[in-house]
């Protein structure tokens, strides 16, 4: 009898001691396979000539979410009215993407009209302004193809906006952008003009463009729409009547002093802007999941390459060999931007939300070809789909309507 008691006390224990055992997330080696970024844009582009035989053997290593009940799926969300996916193709220009697109389902929420803006217009505009700074600075200032959310704003206020129809960037029957060539060329020419000190800021920006203008074409100074004829400002002004200025930055990191403008410290902000909007992460979190609930939307960017970051999917999550849930805080999320494995590498629209078992999803709207390596005609063809947790560790900042982040505004010293 003592025997089988004794039996039946070591099968419930070991029985309770199985069932307490955490169930970790699973991990994988994944190799390399081409996906939409090789298949369609470098086809379209020509852009590179070199064998995929080595970059197919290639493994890296990444969390497992075959087993995991996932929500990817649109139809799952509650989602602002926002323009279709479009492709930013082979260059660096996701910063104009992202907010541009928040910028259009502004439109629709302010004005109740459907806009498509022009990115290769901002961009352009952009590395002539990048251009002038690097003369100005004799050399001193970033010339690259990133930047930050809050340059379309600069942008648009100097330069104006015109739609996608009247200028698309692209020539000679290209479907995909890229930029390589053309940055290369203006790169070399600027770094002759540095070699030489040749600080002629009119001949400078001329040739910048020269150079453009060969590649993207040139950018209109009328058009028509809608049977009247528009300027870039006439259009913004009149047209689309968004004002910039209504546009703030919103910025969660420790290295700065919470409730203040701070400078954003990364490559990106070339112009050294501090107009940023630093809260604590709580604070930050909140906007989000609230500004979303409201029907604001916002351009977000942070880091995607992570280890639970999947292109297979399109989910964003953070692996729990990465960094337990509970552990996510100002000071793990600091850290990471510190030894720089969060990096300021990618601009996304967040435009929808999901809510189950506690937990916050959000739809994201991207311009990258990671999230097209899927059937293009499926409806998530172009989405991401972030865990709250993923925002929280590895997204550093947003753009958003002033009137979203109201209270909060009120908070800050200057």
């Given at each position: 009898m003592k025997k089988l008691i004794f039996l039946n006390?070591?099968?419930?224990?070991?029985?309770?001691?199985?069932h307490a055992q955490p169930k970790y997330d699973k991990a994988k080696f994944s190799e390399y396979k081409p996906g939409f970024y090789q298949n369609f844009i470098l086809?379209?582009?020509?852009?590179?000539?070199?064998?995929?035989?080595?970059?197919?053997?290639?493994?890296?290593?990444?969390?497992?979410?075959?087993?995991?009940?996932?929500?990817?799926?649109?139809?799952l969300y509650k989602t602002q009215w926002h323009t279709p996916v479009i492709?930013?193709?082979?260059?660096?220009?996701?910063?104009?993407?992202?907010?541009?697109?928040?910028?259009?389902?502004?439109?629709?929420?302010?004005?109740?009209?459907?806009?498509?803006?022009?990115?290769?217009y901002v961009v352009?505009?952009?590395?002539?302004?990048?251009?002038?700074?690097?003369?100005?600075?004799?050399?001193?200032?970033?010339?690259?193809?990133?930047?930050?959310?809050?340059?379309v704003a600069r942008i648009l206020k100097q330069y104006g906006v015109v739609p996608l129809s009247v200028y698309t960037g692209l020539l000679n029957g290209r479907k995909y952008?890229?930029?390589?060539?053309?940055?290369?060329?203006?790169?070399?020419?600027?770094?002759?003009?540095?070699?030489?000190?040749?600080?002629?800021?009119?001949?400078?920006?001329?040739?910048?463009?020269?150079?453009?203008?060969?590649?993207?074409?040139?950018?209109?100074?009328?058009?028509?729409v809608d049977?009247?004829?528009?300027?870039?400002?006439?259009?913004?002004t009149d047209f689309v009547k968004i004002n910039p200025a209504d546009y703030v930055e919103i910025l969660s990191y420790k290295q700065e002093p919470y409730w203040k403008q701070v400078e954003y410290?990364?490559?990106?902000?070339?112009?050294?802007?501090?107009?940023?909007?630093?809260?604590?992460l709580n604070e930050f979190m909140e906007i989000v999941k609230t500004a979303i609930k409201n029907g604001y939307t916002m351009s977000i960017g942070g880091d995607v390459s992570e280890a639970g970051f999947s292109r297979e999917t399109n989910v964003a999550l953070i692996a729990d060999f990465d960094i337990p849930s509970a552990y996510i805080n100002e000071n793990s999320r600091q850290f990471r931007f510190s030894n720089e494995t969060t990096t300021d590498d990618h601009g996304m629209h967040l435009v929808g939300y999901y809510e189950k078992d506690g937990v916050t999803w959000f739809l994201i709207k991207d311009?990258?070809?990671?999230?097209?390596?899927?059937?293009?005609?499926?409806?998530?063809?172009?989405?991401?789909?972030?865990?709250e947790d993923y925002i929280k560790l590895k997204m550093m900042g947003f753009t958003i309507h002033k009137d979203a982040v109201k209270e909060i505004l009120k908070k800050f010293t200057k």
């Open positions: 006390l070591l099968l419930f224990v070991s029985a309770s001691w199985l086809k379209d582009v020509n852009a590179v000539n070199e064998s995929l035989e080595k970059k197919e053997m290639d493994k890296h290593f990444e969390m497992d979410h075959s087993e995991l009940a996932l929500p990817n799926k649109i139809n492709s930013q193709g082979n260059g660096g220009s996701c910063w104009a993407y992202s907010t541009l697109s928040m910028y259009e389902t502004e439109v629709k929420r302010l004005q109740n009209k459907e806009v498509k803006l022009s990115e290769p352009y505009w952009e590395y002539v302004e990048k251009a002038r700074g690097f003369v100005q600075t004799r050399g001193q200032s970033l010339f690259s193809q990133g930047s930050e959310g809050n340059a952008h890229s930029h390589e060539a053309m940055f290369n060329e203006m790169t070399g020419f600027l770094q002759s003009v540095k070699n030489q000190n040749l600080w002629n800021e009119k001949f400078v920006l001329e040739t910048i463009q020269d150079i453009m203008n060969k590649h993207i074409g040139v950018p209109p100074t009328k058009f028509n049977g009247k004829e528009y300027s870039p400002k006439t259009y913004l410290k990364v490559p990106d902000n070339w112009w050294h802007s501090a107009d940023y909007y630093n809260v604590p311009s990258s070809s990671g999230s097209r390596n899927i059937d293009q005609n499926l409806p998530e063809f172009g989405y991401y789909f972030f865990h």
